[in-house]
């Protein structure tokens, strides 16, 4: 730290509101003792300015002058500086002082033998104007001026950068400079303009150099004094500058119009404005880990999680959010307020994280830095698929609490939902050789995985968590006896839901058939072999069955029954629309896994729909519970085709009492869930002190803005990848894409039989619908 006591200069002529204002600022923001302020009154005509300046305390901290005649801008300014004992400051009188700007101002001035004076930021200085260069501007929207000095400080590296010119609303000026060059030249630039262009001119040519303090602001109104005459001024003194030095105009024209040296502050600055608007007024930063963005269908089509996501992030206005997801080869980083995205970082990876990464020391680097350099204040984890096991640690390291929602059973198993190779429930008949035959199906693991994964899990993953939330009671059962450990310390917080009632359905008429739905992404994890068997096996002649969704299963996308109707994928936004349209009487959801939750049960009862569901997880624990449908009473084809023949036979009887049930029952609203969340969010971080860590350099971080946006396609071609990625995840869910991988790896001469087949399917296919 450089010892030194500053000489603050500040010529004074009217305007006496803005210097009561700027000498307060300097009281409040800088360190005493390091300065003495120096005040010379030049014949202002405003009597109250005399009264304030007689009120000021005297001291050596302080002197106060009154020229006896008016001498202008330059000769006052010349005065000040006769008599400074140090390095000064020129200060406009209509200038507000941040804290440590002076502090900062010496620093950048002794970082170099060469450096003779220094400007900082401001809003109203032309070439160290922010954010908008050579611009008046305002505050930007969201800050105060200290806490848009205190982001500018945050943000900068203090690469000190060359400026042509200083700017004298606020200059850093060496005394040893002044000894060597002389005075502003008063004879030529009389009143002022000009004449700390021509000081910095002449100290260039003396082998010194005028910089920018990029970590300092200080806010400028703009001027109060010779308004009627500025234009003049600047237009004659610019001539005498001219002449004078040749070179000054076009050395300040290709600063100005090339921007060089200031473009890449200028686009730091710019970037990262909005990861602090409104940093006072937010309890805090969340950071939300995933498998897939809510707003795009980045690695998979939007499920369960991603809507639950959007809609905690929904009620968190008092939040900055930061979603971040892994592709494998890149993370990427969402930062969102108020629902809006207000940055994207892409962090590339040198090689993959995939199931078998526990631990990928690059992930590690990168999650520490945005942990730190966006100040987060607890995670939440909602998936790990992509990602390895890395982050709780590493939050547990900085003393960031971590939260986890247990979706699925991920934690359980890589393949996510409990289901072996042929899509059958395996929990209850896992063996260590089933195990290992359906992960090597699935994964190419050749060894027993499940055994290193679950100690991994258990041992240095669950430890590392403060809170664990389950959606359903069914799950936390499930994950405690699965995880012993857990036990005690999961709580249930239902998926709320904005529950207004919309009764889509009509009376159901005797005379009329009735219309069963199979609603969500139907694929053979959401039992699309089930709905399969119970359309080709049903007496149908009263039946009407609607797919509503995607089909993830070729063998429902080739049937063609007169009394089977394709809706095609649906959003939230739409679903009303199709209800309402085809009149559901009943919706069947058919999973053969234990869901933790099911969106889908919550989408029929909100429109008034009862169901018919599997014996399994939360679907069965949610139907008891509200009595808004039927349960199967088993999972096998038999046990649901007899159970739905049951249940349509007392349909037109029972139908009634279901829907008043499901009007009746009191369900978890959005703002509940919100609310409980946010409650522990507030719990766990209260009890943690931040540790340093590595962080994020601006280079780093522009890169990665910088990387998405050379990257970025338009936004319909960004659209038609994001179909592609559903399409083709929808295929590779099929029992005929898994059938001919099944070949191809293992029967050369029946894969080409399988591909002649499916072809004729999807030829006559074609040809029925032409």
Not at 133 to 154: H, K, L, V, W
Not at 237 to 260: A, C, G, S
Not at 285 to 305: C, K, Q, R, S, W
């Amino acid at each position: 730290m450089i010892n030194i006591k500053v000489d603050i200069i500040i010529p004074v002529y009217n305007a006496l509101e803005d210097l009561k204002e700027c000498i307060s600022s300097i009281y409040e923001t800088t360190e005493l003792g390091s300065y003495r302020i120096i005040i010379i009154n030049d014949c202002s005509p405003d009597p109250e300015v005399g009264v304030y300046l007689e009120s000021l305390p005297q001291g050596e901290d302080i002197l106060i002058m009154n020229n006896e005649s008016n001498l202008g801008f330059v000769g006052t300014v010349n005065c000040g500086m006769g008599i400074a004992q140090s390095d000064v400051v020129l200060l406009n009188s209509d200038t507000i002082l941040t804290q440590d700007w002076l502090k900062k101002l010496i620093e950048a001035a002794y970082s170099h033998s060469s450096v003779a004076t220094v400007t900082p930021f401001t809003n109203n200085g032309t070439i160290c104007s922010i954010p908008n260069f050579c611009e008046d501007n305002i505050i930007p929207e969201g800050f105060t001026i200290q806490s848009y000095a205190d982001y500018i400080e945050q943000i900068s590296e203090k690469k000190y950068p060359e400026l042509p010119t200083g700017v004298g609303f606020c200059m850093y000026i060496k005394k040893s400079v002044i000894d060597e060059i002389g005075l502003f030249d008063e004879k030529e630039f009389g009143k002022g303009y000009g004449e700390e262009n021509d000081f910095c001119c002449r100290a260039i040519e003396h082998g010194y150099k005028n910089i920018l303090a990029d970590d300092t602001y200080v806010y400028h109104k703009g001027s109060m004094s010779f308004q009627e005459s500025k234009a003049k001024l600047i237009h004659e003194n610019l001539r005498k500058l001219n002449r004078r030095y040749p070179y000054y105009e076009q050395r300040v024209h290709d600063f100005i119009h090339l921007n060089q040296p200031l473009k890449g502050l200028h686009r730091v600055i710019k970037s990262r404005e909005n990861n602090f608007r409104y940093k006072d007024q937010m309890q805090g930063n969340a950071l939300f880990i995933m498998h897939n963005f809510f707003d795009e269908a980045y690695n998979h089509p939007v499920g369960g999680t991603e809507y639950h996501v959007k809609d905690l992030v929904s009620s968190m206005d008092d939040f900055n959010i930061y979603v971040l997801v892994s592709g494998g080869m890149e993370l990427v980083l969402k930062h969102i307020r108020y629902g809006m995205i207000v940055n994207t970082y892409h962090f590339r990876l040198s090689y993959p994280i995939d199931s078998v990464h526990f631990h990928h020391r690059e992930y590690s680097e990168i999650v520490e830095k945005i942990l730190v350099t966006f100040e987060i204040s607890f995670v939440h984890i909602h998936h790990l698929i992509k990602h390895s096991l890395d982050a709780p640690s590493i939050a547990r390291k900085l003393q960031i609490p971590v939260a986890l929602t247990l979706h699925d059973y991920y934690l359980f198993c890589p393949r996510i939902n409990l289901l072996d190779k042929d899509n059958k429930y395996c929990l209850d008949s896992r063996s260590e050789a089933k195990c290992r035959e359906c992960l090597q199906s699935s994964h190419q693991f050749n060894t027993y995985f499940l055994g290193t994964w679950k100690k991994e899990v258990e041992k240095k993953l669950l430890p590392q968590i403060d809170v664990l939330f389950a959606p359903s009671e069914s799950t936390r059962i499930m994950f405690e006896l699965e995880y012993p450990a857990t036990e005690g310390r999961i709580q249930v917080i239902e998926h709320g839901l904005n529950w207004m009632l919309d009764k889509t359905q009509s009376t159901v008429k005797k005379d009329r058939k009735i219309k069963i739905g199979f609603l969500g992404g139907l694929s053979p994890a959401k039992g699309s072999d089930m709905i399969y068997e119970v359309i080709k096996h049903m007496p149908s002649s009263d039946l009407e069955w609607h797919l509503i969704g995607g089909l993830g299963d070729q063998r429902l996308n080739l049937m063609e029954k007169r009394n089977v109707i394709k809706h095609g994928p649906y959003n939230r936004e739409n679903l009303s629309k199709i209800l309402e349209e085809t009149q559901i009487d009943l919706i069947a959801l058919l999973s053969p896994w234990p869901e933790t939750f099911s969106y889908t049960l919550s989408e029929a009862w909100r429109h008034g729909i009862p169901v018919f569901v599997t014996p399994v997880g939360a679907l069965e624990e949610r139907v008891k519970k509200v009595g808004g449908g039927w349960i199967a009473s088993g999972t096998s084809k038999q046990d649901i085709m007899n159970s739905l023949q049951s249940v349509l036979r007392e349909f037109h009887i029972k139908r009634e009492e279901k829907i008043r049930n499901i009007e009746s029952y009191r369900f978890t609203t959005l703002d509940e869930m919100s609310k409980r969340y946010i409650e522990n969010y507030k719990g766990i971080t209260s009890r943690r002190r931040r540790s340093q860590g590595s962080s994020f350099s601006n280079r780093e971080l522009q890169e990665a803005v910088d990387y998405y946006l050379a990257g970025s396609v338009a936004e319909s071609g960004h659209r038609q990848i994001d179909e592609l990625k559903a399409e083709l995840f929808a295929v590779k869910s099929t029992i005929g894409y898994k059938s001919v991988e099944y070949l191809r790896r293992n029967n050369n001469w029946l894969l080409v039989a399988g591909k002649k087949v499916i072809y004729q399917l999807l030829k006559y296919k074609k040809l029925r619908k032409g």
